[in-house]
């Protein structure tokens, strides 16, 4: 009888249908999809209509309110990156699985960012135009949100692991995560009012990619790790 070897499933298969699962589950939740964009669209365009039609003033104030609002709508959707996997036993079996955390968390951070973050850099332009942004403006805008939201889903993983399961978590979850998000609001809206005001905007957008790559090699370690200890 003749046996056939079992090939090994590689981390990258294993990352990918990870990736599957949660894009798949959250479509079937599409409100909860749309909440984060629709709040950054609403508090976006409540400023202009606050503010009053003054060009100049809208000018100055654009990057930092879209930037803030960006943030803000990121942060909705961070409490809900394992509590539905906490709550039914299937964050455990995967703890517990031969495939490694960290890839589970890679994974989830990633997911995180393609439908809470990548919305709203692409809805960004149109809501820029309230303010009067030009077009290397709306650019550089992309950019820095392209550059910055997947920062802020790979910090955010922490501070939502780290409260996995604590009662009152989404008030704790903004105390622990804004102070870490301060950073990357700063270089992003600073780039685009650097280019505004005539000034270089190569050290921002570096910074905002230093952030990144920072993110990327320590962020899932620390998320591993308060998942363990959630768990434990």
Known sequence: MKLT???PIGLGTVMLAILRREISLALRQKGEVLTPLMFFVVIASLFPLGVGPESALLLRMAPGVL?????????LSLQRMFASDYADGSLEQMALSSTPLT???AAKAL????????PLVLMAPVLGLQFGLDGPSLGLLMLT??????TLSLVGSI???LTLGVRGAGVLLSLLILPLYIPVLIFGAGAVEAY????????????LAALLVLSLFFAPFATTAALKISLE
């Open 5 to 7: 070897q079992v090939k």
């Open 67 to 75: 930037w803030v609002s960006a943030l803000l709508a990121a942060m």
């Open 103 to 105: 890839l589970l968390v």
């Open 111 to 118: 997911s995180h960012f393609l439908l809470s973050g990548l």
């Open 145 to 150: 949100l392209l550059l910055g939201t997947p």
């Open 159 to 161: 501070g939502a692991a």
């Open 196 to 207: 505004a005001s005539g000034l270089g905007v190569s050290g921002h957008l570096s910074l």
